[in-house]
């Protein structure tokens, strides 16, 4: 069964330009959850889509969107990049059955320096 | 507010040695669920528990168990008789009732097992 990819896995961009990351999960999976971890804030929720719909969203501005397709494969898109913005982008999906203990599975990040 | 500490930033043990995370966490709610991830040098955040606020049984997966004390705020997390593969960055983190709501993580702990 092939694991969560993620799209580009680095990308360089200059300030104010816009980026989509794109994140593919594992077949079945139908959440998807967004991550960046930076050295200065350490690691922050973004945001979690269920069945194409966000369910979830972390404290960011409102530069930072998302979206989840039909086939549960999700984007984020930043506008306006910041230097700030750089950082290691993660993320999970899970298969989600409420109520029960479920286990995450992490991508390996996309990488995006923002100068 | 919610709040995750983890009081050690970094520890080293010589493998075979027992090794206990320590995470404190801050929270109004009565439901929340708790978390542990590790990171591995590679960067790729592996799950490894999710424990919600009703069951405090402690847990154990391996050579992994987690104590979860609502008494104390505390969900530690104990490696027995570590191998240096365990060497990684683990995080805490916690959130509301909702999966993904008000997500946060603690500062992290770096282990280092040593040969």
């Known amino acids: 069964k092939a694991g969560v990819t993620q799209t580009p896995r680095y990308l360089i961009k200059t300030r104010g330009q816009q980026v989509t990351l794109s994140c593919s999960p594992i077949s079945g999976h139908r959440s998807v959850s967004w991550y960046q971890q930076t050295p200065g804030q350490g690691l922050q929720f973004l945001f979690e889509y269920f069945s194409e719909t966000q369910r979830n969203k972390g404290n960011f501005p409102g530069r930072f969107s998302g979206r989840q397709f039909s086939n549960s494969r999700s984007e984020m898109n930043v506008s306006t990049l910041e230097l700030g913005d750089s950082a290691l982008y993660l993320c999970a999906s899970s298969l989600y059955i409420a109520g029960e203990e479920e286990t995450q599975y992490f991508g390996p990040g996309t990488r995006l320096l923002v100068l | 507010a919610q709040k995750v500490t983890q009081a050690q930033t970094e520890i080293s043990v010589v493998e075979k040695e027992d090794v206990t995370l320590d995470c404190v966490y801050e929270t109004r709610d009565t439901t929340y669920y708790l978390f542990w991830y590790k990171q591995p040098p590679s960067g790729e955040l592996v799950f490894l528990i999710r424990?919600?606020?009703?069951?405090?049984q402690n847990e154990i997966s391996g050579r992994y168990s987690w104590n979860f004390q609502k008494s104390t705020s505390s969900f530690n997390f104990t490696i027995t008789a570590s191998q240096v593969v365990d060497s990684a960055v683990y995080f805490c983190?916690?959130?509301?009732?909702?999966?993904?709501?008000?997500?946060?993580f603690g500062p992290g702990t770096r282990l280092s097992v040593l040969p």
């Open positions: 983190a916690l959130s509301e009732a909702n999966y993904g709501q008000n997500f946060v």
């Open positions: 424990r919600n606020s009703f069951d405090e």
